[in-house]
């Protein structure tokens, strides 16, 4: 819990830059360096893995750093992480900030560095960015819309009127906010009632306590929609403990690899995958584009849309 | 006029037993009162279904707060509890799903290993004269660590194998359920009646007297220790059974959890003082109010300001009672 003091970080720094620069000797393939959120979280780990596995088919177009925090509510962290690579001089910077907001005033340190950054995972206020005159490429999956095909493909399940609840991930983010909102989008368009949205923090244990709630309060629930699969988990054991299987329809998010015994027997109805392994990929595809002086195909919102795919189980 | 200090140490005897009475009193009052609340706010709060599936949701932190009530009352703390609990359902997944192991095997050596961290805190606390907070803290990290090597950082699915540790058996009650409260029962009893008890309460009250009583306080700091450890690993199963799945994510802040339904329940921080039965309150209270509050939908910031609120009000409150305890002896 507590910081290394300032000193230590400098001398960090200048061993970075000392060991930095005799690698940097050596080398003439551009750095790109991925910074990444908490390497804890599977989604990340599975992200960096598909970083690290590209790097190695294409071993001469770029060399690769990949850098994570370890709580992923750590902005401090990842602003040192960033500044570091600064000092290092890395030719591109990928990021999946930890912050939308409180990332922003490093990442225009690097552009003023002459970095090309481009920005995954968790979108860049728009706003922030413009009040600083910066353009930073945003390559992700779009998640309103996914969250909207699980949506849809569970309303088809369900009679109008229905009441369904939805567990939202950490209400502060990008990602939480734009599942539910696509979850409400759907449900709305096939006029179903909303009764409950309540967090349960991507979290298992959380994700399970708040569905065992709904399921107690509202007798006729008939659907739960988690904003990513680990809450899905949680919400298939508060049904089944709540002796309510079958009645209870759940949805998930992510496509994560434990839910995969549960889509096969239909305890969870659908989830969506946007290709985790792959989104750094994409980031790292634009980013090489741009560094050999291509502008990236970006649409008119300055976004790359990546694709996000719906899973259903057991028909 | 006898300081509160003063009264505790002649009557540390009977000082446990006493607390728990007054104690448990006012704390079945407010949990009476939350539970009146919200059944005003909800419209099926006050229904079997909520408290049978509160009961099956809450032995983790029961036994959780039954190891921390102990490491509390011989004045330690032990923050590595949420870690820990991770790492042995990371062993019970890696033995079950990577080794090919059977339950009960792989059940046993999640325990073992949860209480061996365990003893390793303590021992190392015990052999450098390390306060607790900072060697748990290390802990809390390296075990954390350990469990994402495990799983490979990854949520693994482990299946209804241990199910029938979570599954109602009669009027809606898990097995799990009765294991924790048979936990709680059987710590109070130690803690109360036995020389071992004791001997915690008085470590806790005035290290330094037990010692010069020809008492060596260090095994039982360790094996206070190894017990929370051992505990950890029953609350992983718990956990592992319910959820199905082991999440090298689990039981992250779930230390303080832990500890604040521990200090509601009014053992105090300081040592020397604590009931495991006023904990189980502390742990209802703190589960109720979680439920009710998602329960009647209330935001996630508000849950969040009310949770801690409930929590400085009854230490406030404990101060009180502390001080009426001391006028009575």
């Known amino acids: 819990m507590h910081l290394p003091s300032l000193g230590r970080i400098r001398a960090l720094a200048v061993l970075a830059v000392l060991f930095t620069a005799s690698v940097a000797c050596a080398e003439d393939r551009p750095k790109v360096t991925l910074v990444m959120k908490s ?82 995972d968790n979108r860049l206020d728009p706003g922030v960015l413009a009040s600083k005159q910066l353009s930073v490429p945003f390559v992700g999956p779009d998640n309103r819309k996914g969250a909207r095909l699980v949506g849809d493909y569970l309303a088809s399940r369900l009679k109008a009127g229905d009441e369904v609840g939805i567990i ?21 368009a096939a006029q179903m009632k909303v009764v409950s949205v309540q967090s349960g923090n991507w979290e298992i244990n959380k994700g399970n306590a708040v569905a065992s709630a709904m399921l107690n309060e509202y007798p006729n629930l008939k659907a739960l929609l988690a904003g990513n699969d680990s809450m899905a988990l949680g919400a298939v054991s508060a049904v089944r403990s709540a002796g309510r299987s079958g009645q209870v329809q759940v949805v998930g998010y992510d496509n994560i690899k434990a839910i995969a015994p549960m889509l096969a027997d239909g305890r969870v109805l659908a989830s969506a995958d946007q290709y985790a392994a792959r989104q750094a990929v994409f980031g790292i595809e634009a980013a090489l584009k741009m560094l050999k002086g291509e502008k990236p195909e970006v649409d008119g919102d300055n976004v790359i849309q990546t694709p996000v795919d719906l899973v259903v189980g057991k028909q | ?15 446990p037993g006493r607390l728990a009475f007054g104690t448990c009193f006012g704390l079945a009052g407010a949990l009476l009162g939350m539970v009146a609340l919200f059944s005003l706010l909800s419209s099926h709060f006050l229904s079997y279904a909520t408290f049978s599936t509160l009961a099956n949701q809450i032995p983790d932190l029961m036994v959780l707060a039954v190891g921390m009530t102990f490491v509390l009352v011989i004045g330690g703390i032990d923050l ?6 991770a790492l042995a359902g990371s062993v019970v997944s890696v033995a079950m799903l990577g080794w090919g192991w059977s339950v009960l095997p792989a059940a046993l050596l999640g325990m073992g290993s949860a209480a061996l ?44 194998a241990l199910a029938w540790l979570s599954d109602p058996i009669a009027f809606g009650i898990s097995p799990s359920f009765l294991i924790a409260l048979a936990v709680i029962v059987l710590a109070q009893l130690v803690l109360v009646r036995t020389v071992f ?23 039982y700091r360790i094996l206070v220790f190894a017990l929370m450890g051992l505990l950890a690993g029953l609350a992983a199963l718990f956990q592992v059974s319910r ?5 090298p994510n689990a039981g992250s802040g779930l230390e303080l959890q832990v500890i604040a339904a521990v200090v509601i329940g009014g053992t105090s921080l300081m040592g020397g ?15 109720v109010l979680a439920a009710g509050l998602a329960q009647i939908g209330a935001s996630e910031p508000t849950k969040r300001i009310i949770t801690g609120a409930v929590i400085v009000i009854a230490v406030i409150i404990d101060t009180y009672r502390s001080r009426r305890t001391g006028r009575w002896n």
């Open chain 1, 168 to 188: 939202e991930g950490v209400p502060t983010t990008t990602n939480a906010q734009q599942r539910t909102a696509g979850f409400q989008d759907a449900m709305e």
């Open chain 2, 273 to 287: 003082r604590g009931s495991v039965v006023s904990t189980f309150f502390g742990v209802l209270i703190i589960s």
């Open chain 2, 80 to 85: 590595s509890v949420g870690s820990v609990l």
């Open chain 2, 1 to 15: 006029m006898k300081t509160s200090s003063l009264g505790t140490a002649p009557t540390a005897k009977r000082a």
């Open chain 2, 243 to 247: 959820l199905e799945a082991a999440d």
């Open chain 1, 39 to 120: 390497l804890a979280n599977e989604f990340f780990l599975t992200m960096k893995d598909g970083a690290k596995a590209y790097q190695k088919e294409h071993p001469d177009d770029f060399e690769l750093v990949s850098n994570g925090i370890k709580d992923e509510s750590d902005t401090g962290a990842q602003i040192r992480i960033v500044e570091q690579m600064i000092v290092s001089r890395v030719d591109a910077l990928v990021i999946a900030p930890a912050d939308s907001k409180a990332l922003v005033p490093v990442i225009k340190r690097a552009m003023d560095a002459g970095i090309i950054v481009i920005n995954i």
């Open chain 2, 117 to 160: 961290v365990g003893s390793l805190t303590g021992s190392i606390t015990v052999a450098w004269r390390i306060p607790s907070f900072i060697v748990s803290l290390g802990v809390l990290e390296m075990a954390r660590g350990a469990a994402y090597q495990l799983t490979d950082s990854r949520t693994a699915y482990v299946g209804d």
């Open chain 2, 197 to 219: 008890g004791r001997y915690l309460v008085a470590i806790g009250t005035n290290e330094e007297a037990v010692r010069l009583a020809g008492v060596d306080p260090r095994p």
